[in-house]
């Protein structure tokens, strides 16, 4: 089934480029250029994935993706001229999957859409949930409980958590993570892992600076915690 992507960009001449390369990619593509009409898109045709400008008028891209983010666990890829470590991290934590900077070839921005379709399309699930300490994790649905309450996670932190807590005790390198977790060890930097595991935290944890269930094993990677 052919899938459809989201392209929201303000510049005219980048949609004109970029749209009709990915159809010949063969997605379908639908486009926007500004936040609202990118929101109000996103929630009609319901698509597997978006690529997001971050500047854009009347809504940026990091509020849009905020606002998306409290009911959808669709697809980001945030796409800016900004080349800033901290930009890139800003971005991850308000709940993009990946993060793009101008200029991008256009095969490039392809690999990187397909990257992000099979790490949502392509998990092995169970069929039983992992359940440990107050959370249960359900693979086939993609849900993650805490005391009965859903917690909602995009796809890329879902994989992320589901792969510490599938084996309590280990020590995941940012590398390891990025491809057991990611599969993404080429096209991502490592330290885009900080910035997930940060926003994970932030969801699972009781007080994320001093986390019981992802733990930092400095100089080495990370752990799920193995006496819950």
């Known amino acids: ?25 063969g997605y379908e593509v639908v486009t926007a250029k500004t936040g609202k009409e990118a929101l109000q ?24 993706c905020r606002e998306l983010r409290k009911h959808s666990r669709v697809g980001i890829i945030m796409v800016t001229a900004r080349s800033e470590e901290t930009d890139k991290i800003i971005g991850l934590e308000v709940g993009a999957d990946d993060y793009l900077t101008k200029p991008f070839s256009l095969r490039e921005l392809v690999a990187r859409i397909r990257s992000l379709l099979r790490r949502m399309e ?3 699930m169970t069929m039983q949930p992992i359940n440990r300490g107050e959370l249960s994790i359900l693979e086939l649905q993609c849900r993650v409980l805490k005391r009965g309450e859903e917690l909602l996670l ?3 932190e879902f994989k992320l958590l589901l792969t ?11 590398l390891q993570l990025l491809q057991s977790a990611l599969e993404d060890d080429i096209l991502n930097d490592e330290r885009t892992v900080d910035a997930h595991i940060s926003k994970i935290r932030k969801k699972i944890e009781d007080d994320p600076s001093n986390p019981i ?14 006496r819950l």
């Not at 898109?41 to 849009?64: F, H, Q, T, Y």
């Not at 510490?164 to 940012?174: F, N, Q, W």
């Not at 269930?213 to 193995?226: A, H, K, N």
């Open 1 to 25: 089934m052919q899938q459809t992507l989201l392209l929201v960009d303000d510049e005219e001449k980048i949609l004109e480029v970029i749209a009709p390369f990915l159809r010949q990619e």
């Open 41 to 64: 898109k996103a929630k009609e045709i319901k698509p597997s994935l978006i690529v997001l400008d971050w500047m854009l008028p009347e809504m940026n891209g990091l509020d849009v």
């Open 154 to 156: 995009t796809r890329t």
């Open 122 to 124: 392509g998990n092995e």
């Open 213 to 226: 269930y992802i733990q930092t094993v400095y100089g080495f990677g990370y752990r799920f915690g193995d």
């Open 164 to 174: 510490l807590a599938a084996k309590p005790g280990i020590v995941y390198s940012r």
